[in-house]
T-cell receptor
Framework: GNSVTQMEGPVTLSEEAFLTINCTYTATGYPSLFWYVQYPGEGLQLLLKATKADDKGSNKGFEATYRKETTSFHLEKGSVQVSDSAVYFCALSNQAGTALIFGKGTTLSVSS | DAGVTQSPTHLIKTRGQQVTLRCSPKSGHDTVSWYQQALGQGPQFIFQYYEEEERQRGNFPDRFSGHQFPNYSSELNVNALLLGDSALYLC????????????FGSGTRLTVV
């Protein structure tokens, strides 16, 4: 079946450090891939997405590239800020408008 | 433009009771999905409603049921509550095409004691 595997956290970084959160997936066909972010006490916000192989999603300095050959969608940011502290979820959807399948989430903590 | 609105924000119930959670979708969205997020876990898909019918269902028992109204708002009902039903319940809305992705509400925190 379809599934998403994320690197386990927590990830602890100093401000301005480089961030990578690994995400790999198992799916039939060509799923759409997403990164969502959840701040404490809040729901999920879409951070970025990619709908086909080699697409790069980007938003707020975060980037992720859809790699079909390695079934990966790693999240990166060149210089993290304290305000980036949150839980990050990788997710896939096999078809537009259908259920999202989430990874377990990775907690990021950034200190000044 | 209001996003997705969920009510109540917090709820405490006793084992065996029944609970109803409510969701109003974002303006312009006609599809509503419900997710359960246990502490420290990713959200798990419960079901999706469109045109007042359940269109897709995840691996949840029949104790979990739902409804969608003509104005696209939705309810999630859980019967015979178990301690393991304690979780954050998230509602997400989208246009039927899925374009533009999902908008999530802030969730209802359900505690079963």
């Amino acid at each position: 079946g379809n599934s998403v595997t994320q690197m386990e956290g927590p990830v602890t970084l100093s401000e301005e450090a480089f961030l990578t959160i690994n995400c790999t997936y198992t799916a039939t066909g060509y799923p759409s891939l997403f990164w969502y972010v959840q701040y404490p006490g809040e729901g999920l916000q879409l951070l970025l997405k990619a709908t086909k192989a080699d697409d790069k999603g980007s938003n707020k300095g975060f980037e992720a590239t859809y790699r079909k050959e390695t079934t990966s969608f790693h999240l990166e940011k060149g210089s993290v800020q304290v305000s980036d502290s949150a839980v990050y979820f990788c997710a896939l959807s096999n078809q537009a408008g259908t259920a999202l399948i989430f990874g377990k989430g990775t907690t990021l903590s950034v200190s000044s | 433009d209001a996003g997705v609105t969920q009510s109540p924000t917090h709820l405490i119930k006793t084992r065996g009771q029944q609970v109803t959670l409510r969701c109003s979708p974002k303006s312009g969205h006609d599809t509503v999905s419900w997710y359960q997020q246990a502490l420290g876990q990713g959200p798990q898909f419960i079901f999706q409603y469109y045109e007042e019918e359940e269109r897709q269902r995840g691996n949840f028992p029949d104790r979990f049921s739902g409804h969608q109204f003509p104005n696209y708002s939705s309810e999630l009902n859980v019967n015979a509550l178990l301690l393991g039903d304690s979780a954050l319940y998230l509602c997400a809305s989208s246009p039927r095409t899925g374009k533009g992705g999902y908008t999530f509400g802030s969730g209802t925190r359900l505690t079963v004691v």
